[in-house]
């Protein structure tokens, strides 16, 4: 386990005080320290308890997690030595999401007892501004109330990472060859048209992946000095997930695609250009989380994504074309 994997003292201080010093699991509530034999002395048996584990070995360990986010208060619940061990002995019984909820309801129910009116006018603009976005991750929902420091970066990698998921696990799976569409042929006269529709296609995911990385996502984050906004990160992420989405169905598209013999060559440039476009965004996540786990408080850090076609893939697609109609017309 790095340092960066565990808490700091300063988290754990002020995760026991949001907690009340009481264990968060709902059938316990145990109080966690008290005082001790001697009058200047005091007991402790509450620990930070990470939600997602610290190292591979560890209860609920997610390898896609950066190091700093594992460390940070948004991945930790206030329990008791007893109930720490029993949810780590038993990860299928209580999964994150569970944990997620143990530790919301519980800091909801501190809150009310430290004050009360304030506690339910807050908890309830909490659930109104969440139902604005819909679906999102337990840690997501977590970084939008909390607001810690660098939320921007962890909201934008956390909802990346939710959005794009599912595609970046099928197009992995689809380069294993794990699944097949059915075969749709395309008759001899219609190949041009098709071949003509994909070039378009594929050079129109290419600008939109552009336009969401060099001028939508930086709008959304926000001026430097000037908070983001969390509506618009989330909009963007899921406009990313979209175009995701969107790329891998042209990529199934063409490799479950046959066409003419004298076409194969144009099709077999198309094989692999979507998947390497997924492949590069997959990358922004990780950098984010990468760049806040240094904690910075100035400075400049570049990200280039090669968002971009195979070098001169226009001008060898062109000359495929053209040798195909040359045998066309034969």
Aim: glycine residues 6%; aromatic residues 8%; charged residues 30%.
């Amino acid at each position: 386990m790095s340092i960066e994997d565990r808490f700091k003292q300063s988290v754990i201080a002020t995760l026991a005080k949001r907690a009340a010093n009481r264990c968060a699991n709902p059938e316990c509530g145990a109080v966690t320290s008290g005082p001790a034999g001697e009058p200047n002395g005091s007991v402790n048996v509450g620990e930070a308890a990470h939600i997602y584990g610290a190292h591979p070995s560890s209860a609920r360990y997610d390898e896609k997690m950066a190091s700093s986010d594992r460390g940070a208060i948004t991945n930790a619940i206030w329990l008791c030595g007893n109930c720490h061990k029993r949810v780590d002995d038993d990860p299928s019984k209580y999964p994150p999401g569970l944990l997620f909820e143990w530790q919301r309801e519980h800091e909801r129910l501190i809150s009310e007892q430290v004050g009360k009116t304030a506690a339910e006018v807050r908890h309830r603009y909490e659930r109104r501004h969440l139902e604005e976005f819909g679906r999102l991750s337990y840690l997501a929902e977590r970084l939008i109330i909390e607001k810690d420091a660098y939320w921007e970066y962890l909201l934008t990698a956390e909802v990346l990472r939710f959005e794009m998921a599912p595609t970046v696990q099928r197009w992995d799976a689809l380069k294993r060859g794990l699944y097949t569409r059915p075969i749709k042929r395309i008759d001899r006269a219609d190949t041009f048209s098709w071949l003509s529709d994909k070039s378009q296609e594929i050079l129109l995911i290419v600008a939109a992946f552009s336009n969401l990385t060099n001028f939508e996502l930086a709008r959304a984050l926000g001026e430097p000095g000037v908070a983001g906004s969390d509506v618009d990160i989330v909009s963007v992420c899921r406009l990313y997930g979209e175009a995701c989405s969107n790329t891998l169905l042209w990529e199934e598209s063409v490799r479950f695609t046959r066409v003419d013999d004298d076409f194969s060559e144009v099709c077999e440039l198309f094989i692999g250009v979507a998947g390497e476009v997924i492949e590069q965004t997959a990358k922004i996540p990780k950098f984010l989380t990468e760049m806040i786990a240094l904690r910075p408080t100035s400075g400049t850090y570049k990200l280039e994504l090669m968002i971009d076609l195979p070098a001169e893939w226009e001008k060898r697609v062109t000359g495929a074309l053209k040798r195909a109609e040359r045998a066309f017309r034969r």
